[in-house]
């Protein structure tokens, strides 16, 4: 409850430090502009449309894009539900400080867990389709390139955040004209219309065209909501973030927005450019960009996407990190682990914290693919439900009058969005809701006989003062 939380202590504006034994708090060091870049980059659209969204078209074809165009409806919605609680709570906790703080502790602890999954699954998840992109020039075992990418973005990520914000910035740029290059040459060689992207096909293992049912669809949304997820991580750094009460929101809706453009536009133009059912099913889109083009040109898209991977693990990691920095301020663990959490380097970022990401994805590179993106997905979709939940209480109490960015159509957006979120998740595979349940499980009762029973001094979840406030 409310009652718990604790504000951080932050150098005033002399720059005198902060009393000793108050929590420690991140350094105030990027704007609009590379909070926008660093969020884009942990959407990672190039690196999204070229490894996660073949995976849709493989079970989708033809309705891949429409899928991914309804999920992009929804993630309006839970953006909306980031931006008014990222305001309202601007702390490196994201989801859990907000739940936590409307909600009550245990529903924030569940969002913890379920946040800490993701963050653990998807830098492995995206760095493992290296290898693929960097086929033209070298082989590699994909699960061996994969930790290799991970080890490279946690040592950047022991870096300042500043400079962080300019070396994925150079990267987006380059995945951006990846994208770009791939919808030019899709439109520009369209074997079908635009009715195609309704016709609902795909092809089977024997090429035979198949219907895709409404069923499926709404089953891929649990992917479809992955493949944008990345918006929410200016929530991650909002203490971070210059006057966070402005640039929270405003760095969350357009980072959705223009993600939705890089992504959605190609895989129409794959869909309507793709010589025929198989091959789009296949999700091959380095041999359809050959095909279109030349292997030169193939060759150059797959080293952008190749760099894009990169810096998604670069982006991926400082913003995990941050979530565990949170957790060991916020002592959801016992000391020793509190205190090694917590250790600022000499750049400023959480070293400890950014290790315990960085090695563990590099592991977890060696994970069946299907197994992570499926606990994935239900863990995406569980988060965002419970988010929706805080969204719907955030106007109760002394909340209802702090100064904060509100969204429109409240409380009508977070009911139904809770609705839909309710229903994609009953629609998931039964191992991957397994899985998540039961490391769920393990956490609630980690919180029922360690964290509970010390409320007083376990699971404190902190609020940073903004010193510009």
């Not at 991580?233 to 980072?255: D, G, I, K, M, Q």
């Not at 080293?303 to 810096?311: D, E, M, Q, R, S």
Request: with cysteine; charged share 10%; net charge neutral.
């Amino acid at each position: 409850m409310t009652d718990t939380l604790r504000p951080v202590e932050t150098a005033d504006l002399d720059g005198a430090p902060p009393a000793s034994g108050s929590p420690q708090k991140l350094k105030r060091s990027i704007g609009i502009v590379g909070g926008t870049l660093l969020t884009l980059s942990c959407v990672t659209p190039a690196s999204t449309l070229f490894v996660v969204v073949p995976d849709l078209f493989s079970s989708l074809g033809t309705a891949t894009a429409l899928t991914i165009a309804i999920g992009s409806l929804l993630c309006i919605a839970v953006a909306f539900c980031y931006s008014e609680l990222g305001t309202l709570i601007p702390s490196a906790g994201g989801e859990y400080a907000m739940v936590s703080t409307m909600a009550g502790r245990l529903a924030g602890w569940l969002v913890f867990v379920l946040s800490l999954l993701v963050v653990m699954i998807v830098p492995p998840v995206i760095a493992m389709g290296t290898a693929d992109y960097l086929a033209p020039i070298v082989h590699l075992n994909p699960s061996m390139a994969g930790a290799g990418v991970m080890i490279l973005a946690t040592l950047a990520g022991l870096l300042d955040l500043r400079a962080n914000a300019w070396i994925t910035g150079v990267f987006l740029v380059l995945e951006v004209i990846a994208a770009a290059v791939v919808a030019v040459l899709g439109f520009a060689h369209s074997q079908r219309g635009a009715g195609s992207l309704v016709s609902m096909q795909v092809a089977d293992s024997g090429g035979h065209t198949d219907t895709v049912t409404a069923m499926l669809v709404v089953s891929g949304l649990a992917i479809a909501l992955f493949v944008t997820q990345g918006f929410s991580t200016a929530v991650y750094l909002s203490e971070e973030l210059e006057n966070p009460r402005r640039n929270v929101a405003r760095t969350v809706l357009a980072t959705l927005a223009i993600s939705t453009v890089i992504i959605l536009v190609p895989v129409v133009a794959i869909t309507m450019g793709a010589s025929d059912l198989s091959t789009l099913t296949g999700g091959d889109i380095s041999s359809m960009v050959t095909a279109w083009s030349n292997s030169a040109v193939g060759t150059f898209v797959s080293l952008c996407v190749a760099l894009a991977i990169i810096n998604a693990g670069i982006v991926m990691v400082i913003q995990n990190s941050r979530v565990l920095f949170a957790s060991a301020r916020d002592k959801a663990w016992p000391e020793p682990v509190n205190k090694g959490l917590s250790r600022l380097g000499r750049f400023g970022s959480p070293w400890v914290a950014t290790l315990l990401v960085g090695v563990p994805g590099a592991a977890l590179c060696f994970v069946n693919l299907d197994t992570l993106y499926g606990v994935t997905g239900v863990s995406v979709t569980g988060m965002y439900l419970l988010v929706a939940v805080a969204a719907l209480l955030a106007r109760r109490g002394k909340h209802a009058h702090t100064s904060a960015w509100r969204m429109p159509l409240w409380p009508a957006m977070p009911v139904l969005l809770i609705a839909v979120l309710a229903y994609i998740l009953s629609q998931q595979e039964t191992s991957y809701l397994l899985w998540t349940g039961g490391i769920t499980a393990v956490a609630t009762l980690y919180w029922a006989f360690y964290l509970r029973p010390r409320r007083e001094t376990r699971w404190l979840v902190s609020i940073p003062e903004d010193a510009q406030a």
